[in-house]
């Protein structure tokens, strides 16, 4: 079927109307959305004047031909309003945990396959010197350890050329990680985002990668031993979003069937519920307005049916949002 150009902005603004329901009604108040094409920047300024845009938005630009406008018209990381708001500049540097191709240096158990990189280390070096030196914060789709690598290097040098202790750059998925590769997220002041609902849905994919490389996938536990403001990240659509069932994941390692992957990066309700909230608003440099209920910050909130401390851990998931505040107005009501 063909559609004419105002059809399909209206489907486009109907679709993120929906979205918006369903992230409100799942527990979400922000979500930073890392693939935020110039088509979709507009359409959350439509649903927004609408009044359709029921959560906050943080926005991580990609595309050459958006990113290089958004350089030329000299915004940068943090422009915007409570609502809507222009994040950093998202790269994809290689492929995925959950299909079995991110570049990692050991390769997959009973094969040689490695996994693939989209980018080199001097693209790379010169995305991130481009973004970093435009002011913006750099999110690079990182999974394997090789790759990771890759963009520690390229973070390392732009800081040295153009300090900024507090520019938070980012390791979007972050998903293997090994001690080293820790210490210099660490010292760089690096945000991980590591996938927080995958443990439970993909299940029985994370044998093709051995007990030994488990320890260090989605490595929350590690993350905060080492003192790093780790949040977490859903990837929808390849993982679920809801907040309830990443915090079961997180701190059972369980996945849907009740096999347990990774135990020693198990975290606790209480450290999980810091990860969905103050971690994900310190990640978007948020923290003073967001994360947590405090005077002078925005009344965001979410009631749930119980607490996630006094529920069998296996059936954090099942709680039941009541109500989401947004700004001090209900957005979603059971």
Not at 224 to 232: E, K, Q, S
Request: aromatic share 10%.
């Amino acid at each position: 079927m063909q559609y004419t150009h105002e059809q399909q902005k209206e489907r486009e603004r109907n679709g993120m109307k929906y979205i918006s329901q369903m992230l409100t009604a799942a527990g979400l108040t922000t979500v930073h959305d890392a693939g935020a094409s110039a088509d979709k920047v507009r359409t959350y300024e439509d649903c927004f004047r609408n009044g359709d845009l029921r959560h906050r938005v943080y926005m991580m630009i990609r595309g050459d031909a958006v990113v290089k406008a958004f350089y030329a018209s000299g915004m940068y990381t943090g422009f915007g309003n409570e609502w809507i708001r222009v994040g950093g500049i998202k790269f994809t540097a290689d492929g995925s945990a959950s299909e079995r191709t991110m570049r990692m240096s050991s390769p997959y158990v009973g094969t040689d396959d490695y996994g693939i990189l989209t980018m080199t280390q001097e693209q790379i070096y010169a995305a991130v010197d481009d973004a970093h030196s435009h002011g913006f914060q750099v999110g690079i789709h990182a999974n394997g350890d090789v790759t990771i690598e890759m963009a520690l290097n390229a973070y390392e040098r732009a800081l040295a050329k153009w300090p900024d202790p507090d520019r938070r750059h980012r390791i979007e998925h972050c998903t293997l990680v090994n001690p080293d590769l820790i210490r210099r997220i660490k010292a760089i002041g690096a945000i991980p985002t590591p996938f927080w609902t995958y443990v439970y849905y993909h299940g029985e994919k994370w044998a093709e990668y051995g007990d030994d490389k488990l320890r260090w996938m989605f490595a929350h536990r590690s993350f905060l031993d080492a003192g790093i403001t780790v949040p977490g990240a859903s990837d929808y659509g390849p993982g679920p979003f809801e907040p309830l069932m990443a915090i079961q994941s997180m701190v059972t390692r369980k996945d849907y069937k009740g096999r347990v992957w990774g135990p020693n990066q198990k975290v606790t309700v209480d450290e999980a519920l810091k990860i969905a909230t103050m971690n994900g608003a310190y990640a978007s440099h948020e923290e003073t307005i967001k994360g947590s209920i405090a005077p002078g910050k925005l009344a965001d909130f979410v009631v749930m049916e119980k607490d996630p401390h006094d529920v069998n851990p296996d059936e954090i998931k099942d709680i039941k949002i009541v109500r989401t505040v947004v700004g001090g107005k209900t957005a979603y009501q059971s």
